[in-house]
């Protein structure tokens, strides 16, 4: 079930102008919509596009929800927006790969928390394909399993960990999560879960429990 409210709304609202303005401007490759970004992302959050792709993601939003507080939500679906549209602006491939990034950190942010996103932005499929070349960082791996998990698709959710195991090792160790206890916490999770829930997820219950015996020997 999806969440709405009247100031996630009213800001949504309020902004919605300034967004499609932005993309239209983007579309005819008109230089003024970098200003615009960089105007628009500075009143949401007090920094650059620029500044932002230079942050490690869990430090973004831990910066917007100190700032915003409750109306992070709808701010991060705009922050997202502004963040897709100026990686699809740029030139220079590894700032639009930073920005897409933590755009998909953010819209999963959202998207946990069973937020609806509104028709401008991007869905997590649309960024998922732009970085389909790249690895994700592991805060984003955690964040897309989580995901996953919270929209029932388990199969994916279990997919994910499994790429995540594979690349662990080319993931910077220090203050990464570890795939291993993550997997763990999600498959005991999903043992709490009904035998409909979980073949409905993709996931019957017998995988899940050879998936949790797996790391818990992995783990010892």
Partial sequence: MRRESDYFLRIIHQFTAVIMEVSRLNRHRNGAADDLIVQTTT???????HA???????????????????EWPARAVLLATLLWEAGRATDNNSLAVAQFQQALSLTLA???????L?????????????????????????RLLLYYETVGAFGQAE???????????????????DPTQVGIAFYQRLLQKSDED???????????ETGLDELLTHQS
């Fill in 118 to 142: 509104p028709d401008f932005a991007p869905t997590v499929a649309d960024l998922l394909d732009l970085l389909a070349d790249y690895l994700l960082p592991g805060t984003i791996q955690r």
């Fill in 198 to 208: 979980l073949i409905a997820g993709g996931l019957p219950r017998a995988e899940v």
């Fill in 159 to 177: 997919d994910v960990l499994f790429d995540w195991q594979e690349t662990a090792v080319f993931q910077p160790q220090d203050d990464s999560p």
């Fill in 52 to 70: 932002l792709a230079q942050m490690r993601d869990e430090d973004v939003l831990g910066v917007l929800q100190l700032q915003a507080r409750n």
């Fill in 110 to 116: 959202v998207c946990i928390e069973q937020w609806e």
């Fill in 43 to 49: 009143e949401l959050i007090d920094l650059t596009p």
